[in-house]
């Protein structure tokens, strides 16, 4: 009972941990990029002292300290996996960090429903998903959710807008390619090596844009450059990524998936808060009530799937205990990051893993490959 406890203990805590460094996360990009608060309007520049303080970071434990060990990369699993994956990263964070300098916090979070809509959309048009009549009509509910909000809401703005759903849509196609590419490959990576290949990458893609977009607006405006408050942005956004590899090593997509839920709630409520310029309607309310009904009941159907296509028909009983066990070893194979055999031909029933979208700010590059690892290792145990 005492170790029942503990590790009930400890998954709550890993779950406020995420709750709260993911809101933290979201509220201190927008205070810093914010004309009325810390004034610095260059979203590029942001997110490009994130992925240069995570790679350096991710170097020192790899290279310096062996923590980890790098995997196998040849150069051509590198540029025709890495890097364009790492170009969609580095799109999506851009957009993402970009949009906060047009739109509230809160009126991201409603628009971020969207996100299994330009999933689903993206894996059709390549190829890896099926469009189906149950899904279809839930994605067509959370479209209608999301623009009953937008008509709700009081600063509207279409740039702001552009920019968050470009974003959302980059991200989608990251998803996908990282399904599609990684889990061809066999390549697995874990939060540490992620980084450590991704992060360089994701920074000399933003330096293009960065050149061309900001260096002239940062020259011009002489902004004062203070050490200690972009040092812990980059700080809490490095510590987001692990928060949300300790939630999923110990809980299921799902459980995650209604952490999430309960976050955006929480973050709507501070940001109108901490924020009071972002003012939400009934409107808002109503039409993002509407489109978490519609991701709910997609989550539904695709956990639904998943469980349909992997466990065998067995008592229930039986099916409990094999819950239990592949639990137990999840959570002991994710403390000890052991290396797993790549070798299942399952990945398949993997895919709808990646729908779950476990997306958050400098999260879901790594994210989704530490999903496709759990599946895997969730398909291996019940094999055995």
Not at 59 to 88: D, G
Not at 189 to 218: D, H, Q, R
């Amino acid at each position: 009972m005492k170790v029942i406890n503990k590790s009930l203990f400890l998954t709550y805590l890993y779950l406020l941990t995420y709750i709260l460094l993911s809101s933290g996360v979201i509220l201190y990009n927008k205070w810093v990029l914010s004309p009325k608060y810390f004034n610095f309007p260059f979203p590029i520049t942001l997110t490009m002292i994130h992925m240069g303080f995570s790679g350096a970071v991710a170097f020192l434990l790899v290279r310096v300290f062996k923590v980890v060990a790098p995997v196998k990369m040849t150069f051509e699993i590198y540029a025709t996996c890495v890097i364009p994956i790492s170009a969609f990263f580095a799109s999506s964070l851009w957009f993402g960090n970009t949009a906060y300098l047009h739109i509230s916090v809160a009126f991201i979070q409603m628009l971020k429903a969207l996100m299994p809509v330009a999933t689903l959309i993206m894996a059709v048009l390549c190829g890896t998903d099926k469009l189906r009549w149950d899904v279809f009509l839930n994605m067509l509910l959370v479209s209608v959710g999301v623009v009953i909000s937008s008509y709700g809401e009081i600063h509207f703005n279409v740039v702001g807008t552009l920019y968050q759903c470009t974003g959302i849509f980059a991200e989608a196609l990251r998803l996908v390619l990282t399904q599609v590419l990684l889990q061809k490959k066999g390549l697995t990576l874990n939060p540490i090596t992620s980084l450590y290949y991704i992060a360089p990458c994701s920074f000399a893609f933003l330096f293009v844009p960065w050149y061309f977009l900001e260096k002239m607006g940062m020259e011009v405006s002489q902004i004062q450059f203070n050490f200690w408050i972009f040092f812990s942005n980059a700080v809490c956004a490095l510590a987001l990524n692990f928060s949300i590899f300790l939630v999923i090593g110990r809980t299921g997509a799902v459980t995650i998936r209604v952490a999430g839920v309960l976050k955006d709630w929480i973050l709507i409520a501070l940001s109108t808060v901490i924020f009071p310029e972002s003012a939400i309607t009934g409107l808002n309310i109503i039409g993002y009530a509407i489109a978490l009904c519609g991701v709910v009941m997609y989550n539904y159907i695709k956990v639904k799937d998943v469980k349909a296509s992997q466990l065998p028909p067995d008592s229930l009983p039986e099916r409990m205990n094999k819950d239990w066990r592949t639990e137990k070893k999840l959570s002991s194979l994710f403390a000890s990051d052991n290396n797993i055999d790549d070798d299942d031909t399952s990945s398949g029933k993997v895919s709808s893993m990646l729908d779950m979208n476990v997306v958050d700010e400098e999260v879901p590059l790594m994210a989704s490959s530490r999903i496709s690892h759990i599946g895997r290792s969730q398909l291996s145990s019940r094999d055995a």
